[in-house]
Each structure stands twice: as structure tokens, then as C-alpha cells.
């Protein structure tokens, strides 16, 4: 009887394992050399073939010698953003803010994007003037249609930013929890502490599979700054094997860059936008 109790259990424990497994595998991975690093996304599944294929992939490598240089352009991208409830969201391969449905949106050609989640990469995906810095916050954008419209931020080490400083906390509390959630409170998107007085506009991709090339990047220009210890804290919050979740920059393909300079600061009701489509 004693030994069919211990089978038991034992079945039990591993099947609890098998499960937790099955609960925190993510399909793809960013370590070069792993099963599904980047440079194998292409093959490991088949609706993620444009990895690998696509002619308009990102991140890129963004400098002015590759970018058309634009002043105060009549195509306009405005901003209407406000404060809402937000949550944190450990993914396993990154940290990520998840607005409420009324946190705001941007509009672009006429196009409405809602703001629908923000999260980090560290390092930075984008490079700028052939160098990767040390993060990159992605503002993620979605239209009615599924169309995506991402605003990047480019962080080099330096002094604490303000906004991870506030939710250092919370993110310390779903540290190594798969799908951790906490509640942040109520919080303004443009918290995040950038502008649009200069900016990199281009057409490209998701920058983890599927790789949709469906997305209009807009990088901010001026580059922010973010703490050694902040680095550790959103990096050692993810799961092992995402200390970096930063995809390798991609061919540009005779793509047109644009680079938006503003004469004047803008302001979020009215800032300069060039058509990319």
C-alpha cells in the first residue's frame, strides 16, 4: 500500500512539473546558440517563415546617412493620451504595462492607433549610429483594422529614469513569476518622459515572431538614460534565458527612412508626420 502511495505522489510531482513546463515554454528564445534562437525563428514555425524571408524586418540601424531628412512636414502625428489604471505583466521574456482601453491613442495619416501596452528590451533592439544601447521602450499602438503603430524609446546608462523608479517596486514583486500580475494604479502614458521634436520614422515588423511586417516605427531621437541598478532589476525579473531580449538588427532593403526635424518643440496635439506608406 505504502508503495502505491509513493508511485502516486511521485506521479503527481511529475506531472506538476511536466505542467509547469508547458505553462512557462515560450516557442522562441534570444541566446545565440539555443533551439529557437533568432536566427532559427524562421524555421521553427511555419507562420513565422517571414523571419526570415520578409523584406521589411526590424530593428534596423538608424543613423542620419541613411535617413531622409524632413522639416516640419504637413502630414501630422498627434498624440491624445491620459491617465488611466494600468498593470504590470511578467511575460517571461519581458516586462510589460498594460493600459486600460481609454489610456489614449496617436494618430498617424488619419489613422487612428490605440495605446494598448508597453514594455522594455534590454539591450535595445534599435541601434543608433551603429551602436546598441543599453534599452529600449516599445509603445505599442494597435487600429481598429490590427494595423500596429510602435513609438521607441532609446535609454543609454546613466542616471535613474523617473518612471521605472516608480514601479520598481512592482516589478521587484513579479520578479521570476511567470505571468505575475500587479497592480500599478492610476498613471499618465506620457509619464514615460519623451517628445517628438525629433524623431526616425520607418516601415517594418514586429520584433518578435511572427514578424508581421505590418508595423510604422517611430523612434525618438534624443536618448534617455536609466540606472545600472534599474537595467538588473527589469533584467533579472524575466525568466532565464531572457537576459536579453533583443533581436539582432536587420537588413534595411532599400527601405526609406525618415528623419522629422521640428523647428519648434512639439506639443502633443500637433507634431510633424510624414507618409510612409
Known amino acids: 500500500m505504502n508503495n502505491i502511495i509513493i508511485l502516486f505522489v511521485t506521479f503527481l510531482a511529475l506531472s506538476s512539473s511536466s505542467l509547469a513546463a508547458e505553462e512557462t515554454e515560450t516557442a522562441f528564445h534570444y541566446k545565440k546558440g539555443a533551439q529557437a534562437d533568432p536566427s532559427k ?120 529614469n523617473a518612471f521605472i ?23 499618465h502614458p506620457k509619464d514615460f518622459g519623451w517628445d517628438l521634436t525629433k524623431f526616425y520614422e520607418y516601415s517594418g515588423s514586429l520584433t518578435t515572431p511572427p514578424c508581421t511586417e505590418d508595423v510604422i516605427w517611430t523612434i525618438i531621437s534624443k536618448v534617455g538614460t536609466v540606472s545600472r541598478e534599474q537595467i538588473k532589476v527589469l533584467v533579472d525579473a524575466r525568466r532565464g534565458g531572457f537576459e536579453e531580449n533583443a533581436r539582432p538588427a536587420q537588413p534595411l532593403n532599400n527601405r526609406v527612412v525618415y528623419l522629422n526635424e521640428q523647428s519648434i518643440r512639439s506639443t502633443p496635439s500637433s507634431q510633424g508626420q510624414i507618409n510612409i506608406n
Open 41 to 160: 525563428w524562421s524555421m521553427t514555425k511555419k507562420e513565422w517563415k517571414i523571419c526570415g524571408t520578409g523584406k521589411r524586418q526590424s530593428p534596423i540601424d538608424l543613423s542620419p546617412k541613411i535617413a531622409r531628412l524632413v522639416h516640419n512636414s504637413t502630414k501630422l502625428i498627434q498624440t491624445y493620451y491620459k491617465p488611466v489604471d494600468a498593470t504590470l505583466k511578467n511575460r517571461g521574456y519581458d516586462i510589460m504595462v498594460s493600459w486600460d482601453d481609454d489610456a489614449g491613442k496617436i494618430v498617424i495619416n488619419n489613422t487612428d492607433y490605440q495605446l494598448v501596452q508597453s514594455h522594455w528590451h534590454a539591450p535595445s533592439e534599435h541601434f543608433l549610429n551603429g551602436e546598441r544601447l543599453a534599452m529600449e521602450l516599445h509603445m505599442v499602438h494597435k487600429s481598429e483594422e490590427g494595423h500596429l503603430a510602435v513609438i521607441g524609446v532609446l535609454f543609454r546608462e546613466g542616471a535613474p
Open 165 to 187: 523608479s516608480r514601479i520598481m517596486g512592482k516589478i521587484n514583486m513579479i520578479a521570476n513569476i511567470q505571468d505575475g500580475v500587479a497592480t500599478i494604479g492610476r498613471l
